[in-house]
């Protein structure tokens, strides 16, 4: 079956524009995770939605970053006045239903690149 | 603030040998632990994944030891493949009784590993 998608896969950037990155999770799945994995390291958690409440957004960085879900499947990341800070690749990840033991699977990531 | 630390950041090994990978947290209330694997050009795929009440789980050619008191658990890849060349991440995530955790996970920040044939 079809897996979690995102688009686009690439995405440039200049200094101080907005971006939109999108998630299609895959279906019935409740919850959407977003994270963002910085070159080298690990992804770390940007934000989760429980269908389309967001339930937790302690990891975006700053006010430039704004996520929704509103009807509880497609997700978009949006950055606004983008920095160079902000190149990663952002990663969405979605389980069926809400619960640490339920497996993420990961999407293959929007690479941005704020020039 | 680092919570999972993983080493080695990068690991060769020959084909048919142990790669070993371990990773160490800090917060108590980490309750489950999973493995993921990544390609280049993918997202992360879990491999394996471990909870506190085991010391060991072996899935194939992967095993999961656990070591609660010393917070630290690792990865063992036992007869290493050229296909098993990848980044590797530990994670972690909290459980909470009453069910109120949903699952976000914190990473380690990955092993490069490289099997040579």
Redesign the interface.
Known sequence: GAGVSQSPRYKVAKRGQDVALRCDPISGHVSLFWYQQALGQGPEFLTYFQNEAQLDKSGLPSDRFFAERPEGSVSTLKIQRTQQEDSAVYLCASSLERGYSYEQYFGPGTRLTVT | QQQ?K?SPQSLIVQKGGISIINCAYENTAF??FPW?QQFP??????LIAIRPDVSEKKEGRFTISFNKSAKQFSLHIMDSQPGDSATY?C?A???RAG?T??????????TILTVHP
């Open positions: 999972v993983q309750d489950y993921y050009g993918k997202g992360p795929a879990l991440f994670a995530s909290e459980g069910g955790s949903y699952g976000k996970l914190t990473f380690g920040q990955g």
